[in-house]
Structures are given as C-alpha cells and as structure tokens.
C-alpha cells in the first residue's frame, strides 16, 4: 500500500512538489493542503490527520503555527528546513548582477526567522514596525505590512521574503519581490526521510501482540467465567473495528493483534480501554498482561510475564513488556511508571549494595520521576509497589541504613496539623531524576 503525506504548503511552493510528484508515485501519494494564511494550518492538520501517514510542512514558521496541544506523535511530521545559506547565496548574486543596488534599501523578512542573520540586519533597512512580538501571527502580519507599507512609500527598492503564501498580496500591490524557498534537492531529501521513517514506523506497527486475559476471585476462573470474558473481549474488539483473534487456552483468554492495534487499545501504552471496558461488565479483578515480540514465541512469552506483573499488582490491572524486556503498568493512568525486568547496570548495582529487589528500586525511582520530587512518603511507596505500609516501611529503612536517604518533615498541599515525614532519595536530583556518576 502506498504511502499517504499531506503536504502542508503555500500556493508558490505547489511548483516544486509537482515536479516531483511523478517521480514520487510508485511508493508515495501526496495530498495537497495549502495555505493562504498561518491562521489554517492547524485546521488543515486536524482534517486529514486520519487519512494521512506522514506531513511535510514548507518551512519552520509554519510549523510553528500548529497548536502544538493537537500534534499526534504517531503521526510524522517534517519540516522544510529554512536555509539561511539560500539567502547568502541569493544575496551575492545581487550584489554581482546589480552592483549599483542599496542594500540599505531592501526589506528581508528572512532576518527576523534566521538568528544568526541578526549581525547584518545593521545594513539592511531600518524603515517599518519592529517585529518583536512574542505572537506568531503577530510577528508574520507585520512582516507583511512592512513589505507592503516601505514599497508604496518609495522606502525600499526590493522584499525578500521566505513566505510563500506573501507572494499574492506582494504581486496585488506591485512590490519587487524574490522568494527564497528550498531546492529541489532539499524537497526531495525531506520526502526521503519521511517516507523512511513511515515505512519503518508501519513494520513496526506489525510486530505480534499477545495478551494474556484472566478474572481473580478466590477460586481459579470457571470455563463459564472465560468464556464471558471472551465474549466481552469480542464485544470490546468489533466496538472499536478491530477483527483482532480471542481463544480460551490454559485458564486464560488469549489476544492475538499486532503492535499498531496495541498502542490504539492503549493510548500509547498508557491507558488500556479494554481493561476499562471490561470492569464494566465483570465484578471480579481483572488482570491483563500484554507482550510484544519479533515472531508470537516471544511476545507470548512477553505476555506470560507482563500478567505475572499485573497478578501480582493489587486490583484489576493492565502491564506490557515489549521485547527489550521493558515493563510498563500499571496502565491506568497517564503516569504509568516503568521498569526493565534486565535492569541498568548500575540501578542493579545500587539495588544489590542496598539489598533491596532491583525492580522495586525501579519502581520507586520511577514514581519519583512521575511526581518529580526525591521526598517520597512511607504511602507514596507503598501505592507505588502495591504493598502495605508496612512493607514499605521495611524497604525505606534498609534504604536509610545504607545512607541513600535522609528524613525530612514537610507539610504539602496546605495541610493542617504536623508536618508528614518524607524520605529525601539521594541518588536522585530534586526532580525526581537519576544523579548519574
């Protein structure tokens, strides 16, 4: 199947895609979206943010004017690269083919987008609004005003504009203007990288999935018991159109699907729906552990030690292992915290010296980040291992005696009463993050 990208893009650049579209069309599909204003650009994401697999955007600016809170990180999304040596380049050929022209009297957009064009601005003019606005759209409408305004009050000879969608209002009013856009070459490059990055991104998407689905009571689940629960499994996978295969074996149900439909049940892997959906219908516990891997042995056996994860966890719960042998869960809530059932080295050195499981000290260090604090109460890491307080307890106080932690009294969240004693983790920084050597 071919590879679909939205082409995210002025009117004046439509030249260069075309050139290129024929050669492009055996692997890839463009679509042209393009712009008369920054103000569309986030519209035009969103609309064909589902019939894509990949953007290009012609140039930083425009990026830039994407509401950043809609971006969907499953999706691609390249920029065309402002060149500031095109600029140079263009620069130069002026000064040779016109050498009577007044630099001093030439507008340059570009100036204002390039940093490190900022020591020439001196020699360029001085005329117009400044454009020092915290405001994209601010920052681009005087631009153009500038433009405008200079040449039909005879301040400017010349605009040299890096905006493709300026050009209709440049021509209306008769300003000289040069664009400055990328090459063919760079065009051509940007595609290549996106289109490897899609086919990449699709293998991977296609890697096996199994699941491991069970019920806890007191008893070991009835056949009765299992075959609801696969029922609801089919129910939950026909709702959101997947034709994903449910099987009872061994006193489980098993999911087959791939690692696409995965992170799609789960958010990312951070919220899994189908756990959700099924505490809807069943009144006993239920575990669910999720397993990656290049071929289904290995994302079975992913599987088998993802539910022994979530088995151990207190209530209905959801965790994955992919095939580095990384844990995630319980996945329940945007703040899932993480470990590797192989470990750091040194977190494995550290969890040794203390005498301490190595994956409960992976725990806690990820709840720290989570919270990002390295003052955790006796709760905070009972919550986070799913034990009692108690036990909690047991785990701070070998922490302490091997002088990792130092205790610390504090009053949060404007409570009322005496301060609540925490334990501050010296081998992370006050972020919750892990000091490194």
């Keep these: ?9 002025p009117e004046s650049h439509m030249d260069y895609f075309r050139a290129i579209e024929q050669e492009m069309r055996p692997i890839c599909q463009f679509r042209f979206l393009t712009i008369s204003n920054f103000g569309q650009t986030t519209d035009l994401y969103l609309q064909n943010l589902d019939s894509v697999d990949g953007f290009v955007v012609s140039g930083r600016m425009l990026y830039e004017s994407i509401n950043k809170d809609c971006l969907d990180e499953k999706i691609p999304i390249h920029i065309l690269q402002d060149n500031e040596n095109l600029l140079y380049r263009e620069l130069f050929r002026l000064l040779v083919t016109e050498p009577g022209l007044d630099i001093s009297r030439i ?32 920052r681009v409408e005087t631009m153009l005003e500038n433009h405008i305004t200079l040449w039909e009050a005879q301040k400017i000879d010349l605009s040299i504009t890096a905006f493709g969608h300026f050009v209709p209002e440049l021509k209306k009013h008769g300003v000289r203007y040069i664009l400055i856009r990328p090459t063919l070459e760079d065009v051509k490059e940007t595609l290549s990288e996106i289109i490897n990055e899609i086919t990449i991104l699709k293998l991977k998407n296609q890697r096996a999935v199994v699941a491991y689905l069970s019920v806890h009571n007191e008893q070991p689940p009835s056949e009765d018991q299992l075959q609801e629960l696969k029922a609801l499994v089919g129910r939950f996978l026909h709702s959101v159109n997947l034709a994903d295969t449910a099987q009872i074996s061994e006193g489980f149900v098993r999911l087959y699907t791939t690692y696409g439909n995965f992170m799609k049940i789960t958010s990312n892997a951070q919220n899994c729906s189908l756990l959700e959906y099924l505490e809807l219908y069943v009144s006993y516990k239920v575990k669910i552990g999720w397993g990656s891997g290049h071929e289904y042995f290995q994302a079975n056996e992913n599987a088998a030690k993802a539910y022994r994860q979530a088995k151990a966890y207190t209530g209905s719960c959801s965790f994955f292992i992919n ?6 869960g319980p996945m329940q809530s945007m703040n899932v915290i993480q470990f590797s059932e192989q470990g750091d080295p040194e977190i494995i050195a550290l969890a040794k010296n203390i005498g301490i499981n190595n994956i409960n ?24 291992l799913s034990m009692t307080v108690k036990g909690a307890n047991r785990i701070l106080n070998k922490i302490e005696e091997k002088k990792y932690v130092q205790t610390v ?8 009463g005496r301060p609540k004693k925490y334990y501050e983790l010296l081998f992370l920084d006050k972020d919750g993050r892990k000091l490194s050597k």
């Design 361 to 384: 000290l992976q725990k806690i260090m990820s709840y720290a980040e989570i919270m990002r604090t390295n003052k955790l109460s006796s709760e905070d890491v009972a919550g986070c």
């Design 409 to 416: 009294f504090e009053k949060r969240d404007n409570s009322k």
């Design 107 to 138: 507008y340059v957009d570009y100036a204002y987008v390039i940093d490190s064009f900022s020591e020439f601005q001196q020699y360029l003019t001085h005329e117009g609004k400044p454009v020092d606005s915290g405001d994209l759209f601010e």
């Design 323 to 328: 095939e580095d042998q990384k844990v995630i």
């Design 1 to 9: 199947m071919k590879i679909k990208l939205g082409i995210i893009t």
